[in-house]
C-alpha cells in the first residue's frame, strides 16, 4: 500500500510540475511586449502621455483665446458706447438750406414715448419716354430730395442691448 501512495504522490508531483510549466509559458506569453498584452498596455501608456500633453497645451490655447476674447469684447463695448454718443450727437444736426450743417437749438427734454418709425415715402413713378426720343431727353435728370427729418423723440433705450449668456 506504501508504494501505491508514493507512486501517486510522485504522479500528482509531476502534474503539478507540467500544469506550473504550461501556466509559465502563457504568462511569458501575455506578457511578451512584441505579441501579448505587455505591449498592449505599453503601447496605451504611451498613448496616455501623449494626451496628456495635447490636453495640457490646448487647455493653455483656451485660456489664452478666452483672455483675447475677454480684450474684444471690452473694446466692442467701448466702441458701442462711443457710437451710441455719436449717433445721438447727430439727431442734434439740422441740415440747411445752402448745404452747410449747423447744430439745432437746444430745445426742452420731451417726455419720453415709444420711438415711432419714420414714415417712408413712395417714390414718384418715372414717366416713359418714346422710344424714338433723343437720348438727351431719355436720361432723365435727378431731382433733390430734402433729407428725412430725424425721428420726432429719442428713445430712452441704448440702440444695442448686451445679452449675457450663461456659462456652462
Do not use: W
Not at 75 to 85: F, K
Request: with cysteine; glycine share 4%.
Amino acid at each position: 500500500m506504501a508504494l501505491i501512495a508514493d507512486i501517486l504522490l510522485v504522479a500528482g508531483a509531476l502534474g503539478a510540475a507540467f500544469y506550473c510549466f504550461v501556466l509559465g509559458r502563457r504568462l511569458r506569453n501575455f506578457n511578451n511586449l512584441e505579441s501579448g498584452m505587455g505591449g498592449a498596455v505599453a503601447v496605451l501608456s504611451a498613448q496616455v502621455d501623449d494626451l496628456e500633453k495635447i490636453l495640457s497645451s490646448a487647455r493653455t490655447a483656451a485660456e489664452v483665446s478666452a483672455s483675447e476674447l475677454q480684450q474684444l469684447t471690452a473694446r466692442a463695448e467701448d466702441v458701442r458706447r462711443q457710437l451710441e454718443i455719436q449717433m445721438a450727437s447727430l439727431h442734434d444736426i439740422v441740415p440747411q438750406e445752402g448745404g452747410s450743417v449747423t447744430p439745432a437749438p437746444a430745445a426742452a427734454p420731451e417726455p419720453a414715448t415709444e420711438p415711432v418709425a419714420p414714415v417712408q415715402e413712395e417714390p414718384e413713378p418715372q414717366q416713359a419716354m418714346p422710344e424714338d426720343a433723343p437720348e438727351e431727353e431719355q436720361i432723365a435728370e435727378p431731382t433733390q430730395q430734402e433729407p428725412a427729418a430725424p425721428p420726432a423723440s429719442e428713445s430712452s433705450e441704448p440702440m444695442f442691448t448686451r445679452r449675457r449668456v450663461r456659462e456652462a
